[in-house]
Every structure is written in structure tokens, then in C-alpha cells.
């Protein structure tokens, strides 16, 4: 045993240290997705007999409307999301210079990111809050009749990501100033020198440069916009009347809210979106695969 | 004594702080969903059970009320204790049909509770048996604000046609004749619920929330076309998606609106807003189709033992007390609701609750309200519809659509 561990050590030290974050990852991350794909194939309330009923549980999800608005509001979230990506590139920018005092704007451009997601959601609803919001007010100036956003099927959606994306924008954009601490210089100054400046400047030597900073902004970026669910849920609870539900938000109502008692369907929902969210994630595995191994 | 403490480990420690202190006693531990005010008053309760009872100690842990209705499913499950809240109706059929509810009917049965609890024994029965003890309900109806009547010079209506007359006038001066404050829902299902009981009497109402009459049936149309005499013309306050009910009652406290289809409870959003005895008025919701037995709205709150119950005899002595008159009274006295006990009194200083007193106990029958008449699924799926209806009331064929649907997947 003692012999086979002295010849082997090297081959096995890397399994050790791993096991225990593997052991954890399984038991919480890699089981619960197989669980939840059996018990998509349940009808079950989450006390009583399940009972197995086999895909009925996906043939009534693809005849159902609020699955529907909610696939189609996360793909409104995932597009509009997106948009934190350039501009959190456009403030880190704008930031990256040496003036008295920047380190104070810095972090005070990172706030949104540091306040709880329900924060945000919560001070974002009173922002567009009807008869007393200040948006609301702002609107009724310019346009007579006031706005609630949160009211209004039109808008709804909307009004949450840009909640969302306060946050967001943020976080891109420390990412993006980190990634511009290791620009090289020489390499600025060698354009310089050839007469590159202003877009040429940031699209040719710059922007290459921060591709590691892009492509982890827009694996957060894309995985947060798949995930929302906080803001949904503190701001208007899917409403009005299920139009600002997102697939994630649909799950839980449908398993585990005051008015859910369908573990098997939402772990349906679950499923799909998990599907979804595979797709992306395989890209992005597959790219960090790619570019380890050329190394 | 009594402990109350949130959270599962306070509740742990306490036990076993208790199970060395008193040996001799036996522990009965309750879990609820209390605001301060009712918990005070469950206290104080309690209390006079363990004075009653010296060998029993009750230790009461009390929950968030909103988390309350998550956490329930599992500690039903898993640490059950030995009696714990719920609601009535169907509310607590998933837990009376998984078994996680015990039949307490001998409870009833040896206390005479058929009779004094006799309002509210039909909601509390499921296969003819009782699963549970109610402890208090409220009245629901239009509450209004006395001084806006004056300002427009309307008189405050005794049938439905005057009720929509003075919306007009209300419209006029630009009041709200009608808010609510949908954003959690189910305010907007008191109004469905009075109109559909008003026009179409309790039995029916009682079938469509069992979902034994299509929602694409005449006579919920009929409903929706009077609701419809609100919604159109505007006289609901716009925007009532955005907006919790308490901002609603602001609305009605700031004169900015006339009438409020609420329940009791909330006189005191009102009364902390500034209205008094002489401003805020109450009213029954107003006949619609003449003839029909008035049914009012009395939703029911519950005491239940769970199946997992350690110390059911216990648990049972506690139900027969909570039952009873005495217990009742002072419970709702301190809290500002109605006793299910007929036996039991209401503070004569309070004309709200003498009012709702009057109302129930006249009322031909109660409904518990729609989201606990209603299976959970077509509650989430009619509220939605309801909410839907009062912002774009021409969408009403495909919303009706959709809860018949809706209506084909969860009854079966």
C-alpha cells in the first residue's frame, strides 16, 4: 500500500487534493441535476405519493403560454444584458487615468455592484413607483400622464433589466479595468509611434489585448441574464399578470411559492432552462478548453 | 411561560433549556405565523393555558409570516411540532390529503364545537371529518372615506346601479371611485368574489372555485360584464399592478380615492394613516342581482395538529381551548377581529367590528376568500386573469380562455 503510494504519488497527489471539492460539487451540484431531471417525470406536490407520468410534464409545458412569455423575456434579458458588456468597457475607459482622486470614483462607480441585488431591486421600484416615484413624476412632466413601468405589460421587462444592469455594468466594468492594468505599454507606445490613435488605438491594440477581461464579462453577463430571478422577484413578482415572469422565476412559482405545489413541472421548467443554459456554457468550456491547449 | 423566538435553533435551545428547567413538564411546541400585535394577544393566551395546565409548557415558535407558508412544508416533514397554523377551505386540502393534518373531529365532537363553531365548521371539514380548530375570522366589504362622499355630494349607495352612478361623479372630480392595489395579487380576487357571489349567489361561486362550472360559462360573464361597468370606463385606480394594497389605503386615506373592496384588518392601515371612527365608513358590497341570499367573505385562520405531533393529547387540550368562547374573546378583543366562537363577544366600542359581527353572523353563507376557496394552481392562474382583466377588460375572451384551460389541468 505505502510502496504503491511512494510510486504512484505524483499521479495521485492532484486526485487527493481534489476529492474534496469534487465530493462537494457532486453532492451539490452534479446529483441535484440528475434529481431534477427525475423528478421532472413526476407529478408530485412535495408531500404527498408521486406519481410517475413520464414527458406530460414537458407536452403541457410546450402548450403553455407563461412558459412561453417566459422564454421570451429571457431572451429579451439575455440580448438586452449584453448591453453591460460595452458599456462597462466605455466607464472603464473613461476611468482609467491618473487624476487626483480617482481610486474614490472608482469605487464609487463599483458601488451598484457591492449593494444587494434585492437593494437594487427595491430602490429601482420605488424609482418607477406610480404616484410617488421619481421616474413617474419625471414622466408625468414631459409626457402630461405619468408612467408606471412596472404597470405596464410594454415596459415591465424592460424597467427590471435596466435595474439589472446598474449592478451588472459595474462589474464589467472592473473586470475591464483590471484587464487594463496589464495592457502592455510598450505595445501603446509602439502605435503611438506608427500614428494610431482614438478608435483605431482601442479597436486594433487595446481591445485584443482585453479579450481574457471580454470573454469572462460576457460569460458573467450571459450567465446572469439566464439566472435572473431576484429582481423579478423583489420588484414585480412576475406581474402585472405573469408578463415579467423569466424562466426562473416561473420555477419557483410553479414548485416552491404560496401557490406552487408542482415539484415535478417546475423541475421541467428547471430542466429546459438548464438546457439552454448548457448550450452557452458548452461554448464557453469548449473556447477555455481551446485555449488551453494551444498554449 | 411562554418562549417565542424565530428560528429553529432559538427554538432548539429553548427546548432543551425547558427539558432540563422542568422536568416534570410536559412540552407542547406550536409553530405560527404572528404579527406583533396577534402575538401579544396569542401570548397572553397561552399564558392562561399553562396556568390552566401547569404541567404543560407551550413553546411557541413564531415565523415570518410570509416565509411561514414555505417553511410549513418542511417542517411538516421533517421536525414536526405538536400543532401549527394554516388556514382553512381548501387551503389545507394538500395537507389533509398528504396526511400531514390529524382528524380532530372527537375534539369537536367532545366540545360541543359543531355548534358554537357552527359558521365555520364547513370550511374546516373535508370527508366529513374536522382537521383542525379556527381561532379567528374578519368580514370583508367596502370601507370608504365619509369626508371624499361630502366633497363630491354623493350618497353613500344601497344597490349596485347607485354604486356606479357615484363612479361617475367620483370620475368627475378626479377620485378613484374604486382602488385596490394588485401587486401581490390577490386583493384584486376580493372584488371578483363579491361581484360573482352578488350576481351569481354562493353556490355558484362555491362550483366555479371547486371547478365544476367552465369560466367560459354565461353566468361568469355575466359576472365580468358588471365588473366590466368599473373597469371600463376607468373608475379603478390605474396603475393598481404596481402598487401593494397599503399604498392603496393610502390612496383612499389621502382622499385620492372613495372605496376599497378590503378586508378588516385593514382598519388599522387606515386609522394609522389619520381616518377615524367619523371618516372611514364600511359598507356591505351592494346587492347586484335581486334576491340573491347574501354570502359574504370571512377568511378563516386555522390551528391544525400534524401527523408528526409528539404530544397530541396535549395538543388537543390546546385545541379545545383556543376553541373556546372565553379564549376567543380575548384573542380577538386584543387583535380587532371576529371570534368563530358564537358564544363569544366583540368590543361594542368598535363599530367595525360590530358592524362585520352583524354582517357574518346575518350572512347567508361565508366564503373563505378565492385563493383558499380555489386549489392554489387556479387561485395563481384567476388573480392573474382578475388583475388582467381590470387593466385591459377587452381581453376578457382570452382570459377566460386561459382559466378554463387552466381549469382542464387541475381538477382531475
Redesign the interface.
Known sequence: MLAYWKTNQRRLAPWVFLAPGMFMFAVYVIIPIFQSMWISFYDWDGLGEAVWIGTENYVELADDDAFYTSLYNNVIWLAMYLLAVPAGLLIAIFLNQTVWGIRVYKSLFFFPFVISQVVVGLMFAWFYAPNFGLFYKLTEIVFGTGTAVLADERFVTYGIIVAGLWPQIAYVMILYLTGLNNVAPDQVEAARLDGAKGWRMLWYVILPQLRPATFIAVVVTVIGALRSFDLVSIMTGGGPYGTSRVLSYYMYEQALSEYGYRMGYGAAIAVVLFGIMMIFISGFIWKMWRDETER | MVHSKTGALAAVAVLLLSGSAFAQTRTLTYNADYDPIPLAAMEALIADFEAANPDIDVVLNNFDH?GY??AI?NF??TDAPDLANWYAGNRMA??V????FIDVSDVWEANGLGDALGSAKASMTIDGKQWGVPYTYYQWGIYYNRDVYKQVGVEVPTTWDGFIENCAKFKEAGIDCLTTG????WPGAGIFDYINMRTNGYEFHMELTAGKVAWTDDRVKATFAQWAKLAEPGYIT??????DWQ?AAA?LVQGKAANYVMGNFAVGVFKEGGMTNDTLGFMVFPEITPGIPRAEEAPTDTIHIPAGAKNVDDAKKFLAFVASADAQTKWNTAVGQLPTNKNSTVPADDPFLVAGFETLSTAYALAQFF?RDAP??M??AGM??F??FM?KPERLPEILD?LEKVRG?VYK
Open positions: 410570509e407558508k414555505t412544508r411538516l416533514t394538500p395537507f390529503n398528504a396526511g400531514q394588485t401587486s401581490a395579487l390605474a396603475n393598481h399592478a404596481a402598487i399604498d390612496l385563493d392554489a394552481e387561485a395563481k392573474e386573469g388583475q388582467e387593466v386561459r389541468q
